[in-house]
């Protein structure tokens, strides 16, 4: 079963932009993680913010979450043509099941 | 970070026959395993927890004797989609958590492995 939402649900910007994607969930959760997935591979572990965290940041990425809202977002700075790739977001409640949402798939162009 | 290695990466078989993916954590052991299909264009959907020694847990939907799980060691979980089918043609991952709490555990994925079914 799927947790919630991502949008958009498709991405395009220009390299030197900010990268902008929302996920959305519906049940209570230990932690929210957000992966990153190469067309064909597997999943790059991007970073993972706690539900009692409001924000994280990792280099050029940053995380909020909003529990009362259910709601997370994931800002990429200063994108790269590299930075090509669909974004998942994921939720783990305390039974440890991480369920994704639908993804973002983001192009940067050069 | 750890390394989780899945075999094969990429494999085709004739309808109604059965295939085997194996999940191997290289570097840690792994008490609980979970299982992965993605179809094109499309998120993961959760298909099974693997937990070394018992029995595995499927989600709603998912058809046990179809999809045969084992995870007979803490390094190794297998899957076996039994009697294939096109419809089952699919990205399938693994995933395997170290440190073994749920709380504070980090999840590393498999590469995937690519099943297509004539």
């Known amino acids: 079963s799927q947790q919630g939402e991502e949008d958009p649900q498709a991405l395009s910007i220009q390299e030197g932009e900010n990268a902008t994607m929302n996920c959305s969930y519906k049940?209570?959760?230990?932690?929210l993680q957000w992966y990153r997935q190469n067309s064909g591979r597997g999943l790059v572990h991007l970073i993972l913010?706690?539900?009692?965290?409001r924000e994280k940041h990792s280099g050029r990425l940053r995380v909020t979450l909003d529990t009362s809202k259910k709601s997370s977002s994931l800002l990429i700075t200063a994108s790269r043509a590299a930075d090509t790739a669909s974004y998942f977001c994921?939720?783990?409640?305390?039974?440890?099941?991480?369920?994704f949402g639908q993804g973002t798939e983001l192009s940067v162009k050069p | 970070g750890a390394v989780v290695s899945q075999h094969p990466s990429r494999v085709i078989c004739k309808s109604g026959t059965s295939v085997k993916i194996e999940c191997r954590s290289l570097?840690?052991?792994?008490?609980?395993m979970f299982w992965y299909r993605q179809f094109p264009k499309q998120s993961l959907m959760l298909m099974a927890t693997?937990?070394?020694?018992?029995?595995?847990?499927?989600e709603q939907g998912v058809e046990k004797d179809k999809f045969l799980i084992n995870h007979a060691s803490l390094t190794l979980s297998t899957l076996t989609v039994t009697s294939a089918h096109p419809e089952d043609s699919s990205f399938y991952i693994c995933?395997?958590?170290?440190?073994?709490?749920?709380?504070?555990?980090?999840?590393?994925f498999g590469e995937g492995s690519r099943l297509t079914v004539l």
């Open positions: 049940t209570s959760i230990n932690n």
């Open positions: 913010i706690r539900s009692n965290e």
């Open positions: 570097d840690f052991q792994a008490t609980t």
């Open positions: 995933s395997a958590l170290v440190g073994g709490n749920f709380n504070t555990g980090e999840l590393f």
């Open positions: 693997s937990n070394e020694g018992s029995k595995a847990t499927y």
């Open positions: 994921a939720t783990q409640n305390q039974g440890g099941k991480l369920i």
